[in-house]
């Protein structure tokens, strides 16, 4: 690519993987723009776990949800090879439960606050969560395979997880009037 920019989208229409054009307003931009920001929020919470210096397996599995968050925006933008199967859902699942079991049993509803790691893993979660949202209303007029928010859906519960990970169990507890 010698060229960033391209000019192909400036009255306001892009392409998609297949080839079609449609209006940056409709539906599946949202839910690629969601993916993007939460794909560059995983990079930023990778950075700050790397200054914490304590999990390089959490790094690996975060290389590899970024990858695959790739192919989620492809199946969004219409690219019919699905490059999403359910067992990167399996595997999600297992990394949850194996995260899990070492961390205390929530008694209590939890503040997205902590460490910067742990903060950027909460931030993570919640765009995940709008993509996810995104994801189901354009299925409502596009095709978008069921493991596009199925993923997204467990890769949020994930997200919550290395939040608690990366807090060090230094949770910080909602405190109800």
Not at 42 to 70: P, W
Not at 74 to 97: C, F, G, H, R, S
Not at 158 to 173: D, K, Q, S, T, W
């Amino acid at each position: 690519m010698t060229r960033i920019y391209t000019r192909s989208g400036d009255q306001g229409k892009s392409g998609l993987a297949n080839g079609q054009r449609i209006d940056k307003s409709n539906q599946l931009f949202a839910v690629i723009g969601d993916v993007d920001e939460l794909n560059a929020q995983i990079g930023m919470l990778r950075a700050l776990n790397a200054v914490q210096a304590k999990h390089q397996d959490i790094d690996s599995q975060l290389s590899q949800i970024q990858h695959k968050l790739f192919d989620v925006g492809a199946q969004v933008a219409q690219y019919k090879d699905n490059n999403l199967k359910n067992p990167e859902i399996k595997t999600l699942e297992q990394w949850i439960d194996a995260w899990q079991a070492q961390l205390e049993p929530l008694k209590q509803f939890i503040l997205p606050a902590g460490t910067q790691a742990g903060s950027a893993a909460h931030l993570a979660r919640s765009i995940c969560r709008r993509a996810e949202r995104q994801a189901w209303q354009a299925a409502e007029t596009h095709e978008i395979e069921a493991q596009v928010m199925q993923y997204l859906n467990r890769l949020s519960d994930y997200l919550f997880v290395m939040a608690r990970v990366l807090n060090g169990g230094e949770e910080v507890f909602w405190q109800p009037e």
